[in-house]
Nanobody, 110 residues
Framework: VQLVESGGGLVQPGGSLRLSCAASGFTFSSYQMSWYRQAPGKERDLVASISSGGTNTNYKDSVKGRFTISRDNTKRTVYLQMNSLKPEDTAVYYC????WGQGTQVTVSS
């Protein structure tokens, strides 16, 4: 199993980023996928999840209305569109289905 996140970076408050997670080594279309994040000194938190077919999604309260999780099963990729970013969104973001990728750093700062 391999999960490779990309798309992180430095962005100003109010800006947007789109994270991607490319999956391999398992039947991607059969599994729920999730995005987590871990800020320095804090525990890893669930940010959003999406069902195997993409019809059901769930979000952490603090990101509702700003973040959108989606997936493309033909490309074996899950996405996290992040809008209206805030400094408190700064963290390493991971995708997961029980296995973990290496993470991608998101820094929101002016």
């Amino acid at each position: 199993v391999q999960l490779v996140e990309s798309g992180g970076g430095l962005v100003q408050p109010g800006g947007s980023l789109r994270l991607s997670c490319a999956a391999s080594g398992f039947t991607f279309s059969s599994y729920q996928m999730s995005w987590y994040r871990q800020a320095p000194g804090k525990e890893r938190d669930l940010v959003a999840s999406i069902s195997s077919g993409g019809t059901n999604t769930n979000y952490k309260d603090s990101v509702k209305g700003r973040f959108t999780i989606s997936r493309d099963n033909t490309k074996r990729t899950v996405y996290l569109q992040m809008n209206s970013l805030k400094p408190e969104d700064t963290a390493v973001y991971y995708c997961s289905t029980g296995y973990w990728g290496q993470g991608t750093q998101v820094t929101v700062s002016s």
